[in-house]
């Protein structure tokens, strides 16, 4: 009996480290797709302080910096304009990311959030001279 308890108690922690594993790896793998690395495009609308909405097209690509933060580089167009701006944001949640972006060729920089969904994100800019909100995927 002493041998079959044993074994019954081998059983149920090798069935804990087996459970241990499988949320280990569900998390590893929900990391990586909460990564911002690579690239991303969509669309969205870019509305503008005088009262005026266009829809945009986006293409970005981030690059990891730390283990929280990463650098981005994006191109929009919009019907009138075509603009490229760099930011760089640090994970402020799970899935959440915010920080500061530029565009050199307006002079014009703001707040970014960014917000992860799988192979999604929804990207919020504000600025003095207006927002824009973006939809991007993988």
Request: charged share 20%.
């Amino acid at each position: 009996m002493g041998g079959n308890l044993m074994s019954l108690g081998y059983l149920k922690w090798a069935g804990a480290l087996a459970l241990v594993t499988l949320m280990v790896s569900g998390f590893a793998g929900t990391s990586r797709a909460q990564s911002l690395e690579g690239y991303w495009s969509g669309g969205g609308s870019v509305s503008f302080a005088s009262g005026e909405k266009e829809r945009a097209r986006c293409r970005a690509r981030f690059w990891r910096r730390t283990s929280n933060s990463y650098r981005l580089r994006a191109v929009c167009a919009t019907p009138s304009i075509r603009a490229e701006q760099t930011a760089t944001v640090r994970r402020v949640g799970s899935n959440r990311f915010a920080g500061s972006f530029y565009n050199r060729e307006y002079d014009v920089s703001g707040t970014i959030h960014i917000r992860v969904r799988g192979h999604s994100q929804d990207v919020r800019l504000t600025s003095d001279v207006g927002w824009a909100r973006f939809r991007l995927r993988r």
